[in-house]
């Protein structure tokens, strides 16, 4: 389950105890590679996780929600969500899948910041995040179909010339 | 009874003040923001997707044409992101060179934002001091890369080619010359009276929204959150140089004008320093011809000019990336742009735009 346990730094170690402790149940899979670590949950765990982790463990500044997409998993997308400590300035990911079609609750509700991100991730992927006060497309236009950083939107469209 | 109506303006994406192509739509009463709706996406051109069809080298060309005003800082994140995965390790020589094109293009990119904010606010005599030491900025660069604007400076594992003969001497002339030229804008800006009267306590954002809002760099050092990504995750050689980490306290335009000013000459110092100690060897790593990381995935941020630059890249181990994201500091920093400016006069939302020092061209991506 873990790949390389031995080297995990020790203020890691307590974190992901600590996380381990009180979500026990909804950890799907930790992972620490390159210096960094993640945790992966089960969708419908994901709120009181992030406000744990803002509150208890003091992950108080979201810095980025993004998603990819495997069209061959059954859990098609994956979202990730970077957390940084302003305080102790650790960096964690925090992973969860999704079928196409569910929907994430919105994190609007623990960070601000989560509004223009979740928008651009709905814009690009077509997730839906259950919560969120305003979910348009950000940088495509109202009209435009498609999602096109999904892996079955073409980089070229249709009847133009490759270049 | 007095009848309240609200007008609906719309500034931008072609207004001179918005830096581009940025549209903000106000609902005014007389001459008041009520409420406001910023609109991005004009110069959306899809660099992640590109991306995920360019190999590793062929993505760091792109990465010019996010921040633009600030070239080589973004692909000094793509380049390390890349070592990161490869655990390619940088020769020193190098490491020093990247830090001094970086700090450079810090200062660079600040020139540019203070002559157009004060431009924006009604100095018009700025503009053309700032353009003018930006020039032996832009030289500098043309000297080592051969372009000014989209410089293309980096290789993944250090740099194309030594820094030619007189880049020692020319950056060292700069270094001389440019705290002088600082005090300069102090003495036209700091102190004057319509200066202060267009900034002082215009567009204030407390520590606590700052955080939540998610801004970063000068914007978020305004608000008095001393945090800066070079001291508190330090990358390349950054440890190694002695800098302060300037805050404001009130949160407001005056207040990130001053840590921008004041941002520059740290960067000048930091340059000082590099080329004081700067080693001689080596300037790129051992680096296979194709470049094919491991899978797996990894998440590195810079500090830009305008705040926290993060690359966020999932490999599957061919030599395609699988998935590139790029965190741009602009587009978090510009959600804090409604809370800065509902309840302030339509006068003072130029000058919160400009002190946030927005790029469109890595907002949109």
Known sequence: MMEGEITLPDFFQNILNKVKENFSQSIVETKYAFGELTIKIKHEFLIPLMQFLKEELEFDYLTDITAVDYPEREKRFEMVYHLFSLKNHYRIRVKTEIKEGEKVSSMTKVWGSANWLEREVYDMFGIEFEGHPDLRRILLSDEWEGHPLRKDYPLIGDGKQPY | ?365
């Open chain 2, 1 to 365: 009874m007095v009848q309240v109506r609200e007008i609906v303006v719309n500034m931008g994406p072609q207004h001179p003040s918005t830096h581009g192509v940025f549209r903000i739509k106000l609902w005014l009463d007389g001459e008041v923001v009520v409420k406001s709706e910023p609109i991005i996406g004009y110069l959306h051109r899809g660099v992640e997707k590109l991306a995920e069809h360019r190999t590793y080298a062929q993505f760091t060309p792109i990465t010019d044409r996010l921040d633009y005003l600030a070239a080589i800082s973004n692909e000094l994140g793509w380049v390390e992101a890349v070592e990161k995965l490869m655990g390619i390790e940088v020769p020193q020589r190098a490491e020093y060179i990247r830090v001094i094109l970086t700090e450079l293009t810090r200062i660079a990119s600040h020139l540019v934002w203070l002559g157009t904010h004060a431009l924006d606010i009604g100095v018009m005599t700025l503009v053309l001091y700032c353009f003018r030491e930006r020039e032996h900025i832009l030289d500098i660069f043309e000297m080592v890369t051969g372009g000014r604007l989209t410089c293309h400076a980096f290789r993944i594992g250090g740099l194309p080619q030594d820094v030619p003969e007189g880049f020692v001497d020319k950056v060292k002339e700069f270094v001389e010359v440019f705290p002088k030229y600082l005090s300069d804008y102090h003495k036209l800006l700091t102190n004057n009276r319509i200066w202060l009267k267009r900034t002082k306590n215009v567009g204030i954002i407390t520590a606590k929204d700052a955080i939540d809002l998610g801004l970063s760099g000068p914007s978020i050092r305004g608000s008095g959150v001393k945090w800066d990504v070079r001291k508190s995750n330090p990358y390349s050689v950054y440890s190694k140089f002695d800098f302060i980490v300037p805050t404001g306290e009130v949160g407001d335009v005056y207040d990130r004008y001053m840590v921008r000013m004041e941002e520059m000459r740290q960067s000048c110092r930091i340059i000082e320093q590099a080329i004081k100690s700067l080693p001689s060897g080596e300037i790129c790593a051992k680096v296979p011809k194709v470049i094919k990381p491991p899978a797996g995935e990894v998440y590195h941020s810079i500090e830009a000019p305008k705040g926290e630059l993060g690359y966020y890249i999932v490999s599957d181990g061919s030599t395609i990336p699988y998935r590139v994201r790029i965190r741009p500091p602009s587009f978090v920093n510009l959600q804090g742009i409604s809370k800065m400016i509902e309840g302030q006069l339509v006068a003072d939302v130029v000058a919160v735009i400009g002190s946030l020092d927005i790029v469109l061209g890595e907002i949109d991506r």
